[in-house]
């Protein structure tokens, strides 16, 4: 094994036992959450974009929309600003401003320009938060083996650099889409990684490859980098498993809330699957 991977500790145990993925097979299985626990059991690893059943067909001026987020009006949040596609700037130069969370929410609904107001990133739900069906991820794990719950919300333009969170996550989208580009573990070594946070986020490794600037699926064709790039959109949900690296662009105003299996609590799903 890669001696800096060796060193990473849990992250290490992911790169050793996820499987190898060949480009042919790097590709995302679309199902309904019924289908869900039968494709997630069948360990090819895979990502897995789940179809809700609901149809909610919601947008940022949904009375159901409205009626959810008031809940938040006087909460006071940070708002991520700057060059979203710097991966440096994201991993040890953020920027962000104060606002309350009714001020910021006004804003987005009337100018979609992400230089103007920025982007509520990674936004904790406390745990008192009232959260709807269309909120909640499928029921794979029971609601007390995941972290606090996060709410992005922003206009087109946002992006997060490419990263992996080392734990299993579903990404929960109510509004709008978003396209992502995924990486699976076994790339480390080739994507210049950092930790940029390891007192405060172990499991949060950047890469510093730009691949806004690089030019995306290009860069990754040409280094022999296995990939898979799609849109996600209202009323899906990705199960993204740990350990994927993942590029993130907001196509349209949206908002999204996403889940971390606790380790602690479950470990992730590659680790008590593979012998």
Known sequence: ?????????????????????????????????????????KETNLPIIIQSNLDSQLSLESSEVIRWLEQFNDKKI????????????????????????????????KNNQIDKIGYLGNYKLSQDSLLPAWALPPDLYSQNLFMQPSLWLGPSGAITPLHTDGLDNFAVHIVGSKRWTLVPIQHYPDLEVSVPFPDLATDLHTSSIDLNKLGGLEWLKKNHITHTQFICGPD?????PAGWFHYVETLTPSLMVNWWVDKAKAKPRILTSVK
Do not use: W
Request: aromatic content about 12%; proline content about 4%; overall charge positive.
């Open 236 to 240: 899906e949900t990705l199960y993204l």
């Open 1 to 41: 094994m890669n001696k800096k991977i060796h060193s990473l500790g849990f992250l290490s145990q992911l790169y050793e036992k996820s499987p190898h993925i060949r480009q042919e097979d790097c590709k995302i299985i679309h199902c309904t959450p019924i289908e869900f626990k039968r494709e997630v059991k």
């Open 78 to 109: 940070q708002v991520r600003i700057g060059n979203f596609s710097d991966p440096k700037e994201y991993a040890y130069n953020r920027k962000t401003y104060e606002s309350q969370f009714s001020e910021y929410l006004l804003n987005l609904k």
